[in-house]
Structure formats: structure tokens, C-alpha cells
């Protein structure tokens, strides 16, 4: 025995001797069960989530109606504002000089990338 | 179609692609090689079954991304590695090693079936890479890309392991 651990070869031979597990059926349910389970919880927390943000608004009614309102006349307000601006001279130029802007840079973009290809 | 006769490679293909019965399949042909390298990391059957439970979970969950089907085998070992690491640092155990004074003491094995105990006696670190190494079969290059350790330690923890291995089940 002495001689035969003399080297790494012989020591990967010991791993190799050593008892493999048999296949185990009753493992590859526990995995399936598991897997089931993280399916299960991945389609049920949306649904989860919309219930209790439902729950919350019904709990909360006038509240969640009033900042409702405030919000969507917020967004509305933000909309209107950028819709008045962009129909503007001053807005159809800034327009103008942002897409060429952009166009400008995804050009340069594709150059650089093309020289380092 | 028969997955008990296909090709591995075919089987990780449809296991890819959301066919959960290819996925049973790959349990089934790998199962013995996961739960006995976590066995031998860990000493501890149950807490290694429940490793190997994980270890194919992830797998399950981050399949899509291997590039190259053929390649599985050596990609669950990894992933293996990883779930080991995660227990390993939860658990504080590779922050504990052995002080040299029971790392050198010389236990009483009676042959060589007791590998499974020098395997114990080794600190988590070491015994990490050595498992890798001599059970299987990856290179120190490949453990340091599992482990995210430097290659040098990497080298160190198998060669000193090793050492210890054939000291400790000498006659």
C-alpha cells in the first residue's frame, strides 16, 4: 500500500475505487418536486402581487382614488406640456438637433466598432 | 422518442428548450457523479443529497445559457461547485481551517475504504481541490475557474491535500 500511494495516479485510482452511488429514483422526484414547486411560485407571484395591489386599493379607496386622480392629472399635465413645446418652433429645432444627434453618434458608434473588428 | 438510448448532448438540447422529461433524464444519468462528489466534500449524506437537490435546480433554472451542449457534464460541475461554495460560506467552513497541529496529527484509518474520512480530516480548501483533482479529473487550471481562487492557491491546496491523503492512508 505504501508503495502503491507513492504517486498522484495511484491516488486518483482510490477515488476511482471507491463506491459509486447507486441511481436513486426517489432523488430524481425529490429534483421533479422542486422544479414543480419553482414553476408553481414563478405563474402565482404576479398573480399574488395584482391581488394584493388590488386588496391595497380596495382597502384604501378614497385615498387611492384621490392620488389616482393627482397622478394621472400629473401625467397628463407633463404630456400637454411637452406636446405644446415639440409643436413650438423653438421645440421642432431642439427636436431636429437631438435625432441628429443621435444619428450622428450611432454612426460614430458603428465606425469605432467597425475599426476594431 | 426513446431519451434512455439518445445522446447526452440531444437530451441537454431538449432539456434546453423546456422539455422537462429530457430534464428527468439528465437527473437520472448524472445524479450518482453530483451526489457523491457533494459526499465527498461534504462527509455528510443528507446535507450532500440536499446539495445535489440544488445543484440541479440551478442547473434547471440557467440551462438556457450553456453554450454547448457536449460540454454539460463539466458545466454541472460547476455549477456543483458553486452550490458547494455558497453552503461553504454560509456555514463559515472555509473560514475555519484546521490548525496545523491537527492537520499533521496522523489519524488512525484501518484501510483504504476509509478515504472518506482522510477526505474529513482535510480543511474545506483543501479538500475542495483535491476532490476536483484526483476525483474529478479537472485540471488545477479549471478548479481555479470553478472556485474563482488564484491558480497558485489552487495548486498549493492540491498538492498539500494530496500530500496529507497519501501520508495519512499509508499503512
Known sequence: MAEAMSDDTDLTRLFAESAVLPDDDAFVARVAGRIAWRKRLTLAMPVGLAALLLLAVWASWPAAYAFSVNALSGVMLIADSLATFFTSPTGILAAVVLLLTVAFWAWLFERVRGEQI | ?171
Open chain 2, 1 to 171: 422518442m426513446d431519451l434512455g438510448n439518445a445522446t447526452e448532448a440531444h437530451v441537454v438540447t431538449l432539456a434546453a428548450l423546456g422539455d422537462d422529461r429530457a430534464f428527468a433524464e439528465l437527473v437520472r444519468r448524472r445524479q450518482a457523479t453530483v451526489r457523491g462528489m457533494l459526499r465527498r466534500l461534504s462527509g455528510d449524506p443528507s446535507l450532500a443529497d440536499d446539495l445535489a437537490q440544488e445543484t440541479f435546480v440551478q442547473a434547471w433554472r440557467t440551462l438556457a445559457q450553456l453554450r454547448n451542449a457536449a460540454a454539460f457534464g463539466g458545466w454541472l460541475k460547476q455549477v456543483a461547485v458553486r452550490v458547494w461554495l455558497q453552503h461553504a460560506r454560509r456555514a463559515k467552513l472555509l473560514l475555519e481551517p484546521l490548525s496545523e497541529a491537527d492537520e499533521s496529527a496522523a489519524p488512525e484509518f484501518a484501510d483504504r475504504l476509509d478515504l472518506e474520512r482522510a477526505l474529513e480530516r482535510l480543511n474545506p480548501s483543501q479538500r475542495l481541490c483535491v476532490v476536483l483533482s484526483y476525483g474529478e479529473g479537472l485540471s488545477h487550471g479549471e478548479i481555479a475557474d470553478s472556485t474563482g481562487w488564484p491558480l497558485g492557491t489552487v495548486k498549493s491546496h492540491v498538492a498539500r491535500g494530496g500530500a496529507r491523503l497519501k501520508q495519512w492512508l499509508k499503512p
